[in-house]
T-cell receptor, first 113, second 114 residues
């Protein structure tokens, strides 16, 4: 099942903060966050694993509440380059027994000067 | 640059035709994933291969097939194309079989079916 992202879109001024949320109804192994600019490939930002391990960019922070199957991405002191669509991908079990990523519909972020 | 390469970048074809999209994973990565991204459906997982074997299937149509070759590159074959197949097709790769691993996306192939 597709995770639900909120908000759908957000507009910020440079320097402002934003939080993007991702919620799933399934038990998860991990949550992955990506940013995609129009027409380009999704770029990896962060992975949060069950048990608390995190891997990602130093300037990005995120949280993963395993009990609630929710994750949040925190964008602080936003820069113009942060503009794009943010996707969360949740990792659950496929029918084959192997895990797959299911992506949310995305959150569009626009940072203006 | 993620290190994943995809060819061609753009593809324009007609309904009913067949096309092949190619993907080369990052050096050392054993898994390849295919995704379809359209405006209304978002990023949809199609299929995963690990070291030449199919691992997981998503919402892949029967008209679509894929394979991973011994040199680990992968091809996605789309046949009997319909207008609705127009989309961006991404390939991604990861080091192992996928669990808890970062997937790195290639630049994509933009397919337009006329």
């Amino acid at each position: 099942q597709q995770p639900v992202q909120s908000p759908q879109a957000v507009i910020l001024r440079e320097g402002e903060d934003a939080v993007i949320n991702c919620s799933s109804s399934k038990a998860l192994y991990s949550v992955h966050w990506y940013r995609q600019k129009h027409g380009e490939a999704p770029v990896f930002l962060m992975i949060l694993l069950k048990g608390g391990e995190q891997k990602g960019h130093d300037k990005i922070s995120a949280s993963f509440n395993e009990k609630k199957q929710q994750s949040s991405l925190y964008l602080t002191a936003s820069q113009l380059s942060y503009s794009g669509t943010y996707f969360c991908g949740t990792e659950g079990l496929a029918n084959s027994g192997y895990s797959t990523l299911t992506f949310g519909k995305g959150t569009m972020l626009l940072v203006s000067p | 640059d993620s290190g994943v390469t995809q060819t061609p970048k753009h593809l324009i074809t007609a309904t009913g035709q067949r096309v092949t999209l190619r993907c080369s994973p990052r050096s050392g990565d054993l898994s390849v994933y295919w995704y379809q991204q359209s405006l209304d459906q978002g990023l949809q997982f199609l299929i995963q291969y690990y070291n030449g074997e199919e691992r997981a299937k998503g919402n892949i149509l029967e008209r679509f097939s894929a394979q991973q070759f011994p040199d680990l590159h992968s091809e996605l074959n789309l046949s009997s194309l319909e207008l609705g197949d127009s989309a961006l097709y991404f390939c991604a790769s990861s080091v192992g079989n996928g669990r808890g691993e970062t997937q790195y996306f290639g630049p994509g192939t933009r397919l337009l079916v006329l």
